[in-house]
C-alpha cells in the first residue's frame, strides 16, 4: 500500500519536483532554440587570419545522405569547412544559400571540403526536403539527429561553424551566420588554414 504524505509535505515534493522536471526540460531544450546571440545576428566576414593557436578536435561522426557514418578525419589533408545548423534555425536558413555559394567556389574535388551537418531529428530526410524547397543546390546533406556533435564541441546553439585545418585542427569557431559567398572566402580559408 502506498504511503500518503500530509498534504504540506505533498506540495512541497510537487513543487520541488516540478522544478526539477522544468529544469531538466530546459537544459533538454536549449539545443533546440539557439541562443539569444545568434537570433537575428548579422552574417560576419571570415577573419583574414587566425587569431589563435589550432586546437586538437575529438573523433567527431555524422551520417552521409546515404546513412553511412562518416568521420571528420575521412577528410584530412583538406581545409574543411563544418557548419552545424538546423531548419528550424532562422539564421542558419538565413545562411544557406551562401554557404551553398561558398560549396560550388570550391570544387568537390579541391582542397577545401564544405560540410554543412544538420541537428534536425527528422535526419537526411528532413534535409533533403529542405533543400529542395528552398532551391538550395550544391551542398551535400549530412545529419546528426543526435545531436552528438555540438556536445562534443560543447555548443549549445547553432549556427556554428569550425574552419579546420589539413590537419584536422580546429583553427577558428564562429558562433552565428557567416558571409559564405564573397570571392574572397576560399583564400581567406587558405590563409586562416594554413596560418
Not at 102 to 126: F, K, M, N, T, Y
Request: proline residues 9%; aromatic residues 4%; contains cysteine.
Amino acid at each position: 500500500m502506498p504511503q500518503i504524505l500530509s498534504k504540506t509535505v505533498g506540495r512541497r515534493a510537487l513543487l520541488a519536483d516540478g522544478g526539477t522536471l522544468l529544469a531538466a526540460w530546459a537544459g533538454c531544450n536549449s539545443i533546440l532554440a539557439p541562443p539569444a546571440r545568434a537570433e537575428g545576428a548579422v552574417p560576419v566576414d571570415l577573419p583574414a587570419r587566425r587569431t589563435t593557436a589550432p586546437r586538437a578536435l575529438p573523433d567527431l561522426s555524422f551520417l552521409d545522405e546515404g546513412g553511412s557514418t562518416r568521420h571528420l578525419a575521412d577528410w584530412h589533408g583538406r581545409i574543411v569547412v563544418l557548419n552545424l545548423w538546423a531548419t528550424w534555425c532562422q539564421p542558419c536558413v538565413a545562411e544557406m544559400p551562401a554557404l551553398a555559394a561558398l560549396a560550388r567556389q570550391v570544387s568537390p574535388e579541391g582542397d577545401i571540403a564544405v560540410l554543412p551537418v544538420s541537428i534536425d531529428h527528422g535526419g537526411v530526410d528532413l534535409v533533403r526536403r529542405f533543400y529542395r524547397s528552398h532551391a538550395i543546390e550544391g551542398l551535400r546533406i549530412f545529419s546528426d539527429p543526435h545531436m552528438q556533435i555540438p556536445t562534443a564541441l560543447r555548443e549549445d546553439g547553432v549556427p556554428v561553424t569550425l574552419v579546420i585545418d589539413r590537419a584536422g585542427r580546429e583553427v577558428l569557431r564562429i558562433v552565428g551566420p557567416v558571409r559564405w559567398d564573397p570571392a574572397s572566402a576560399p583564400g581567406r580559408l587558405h590563409a586562416l588554414a594554413d596560418g
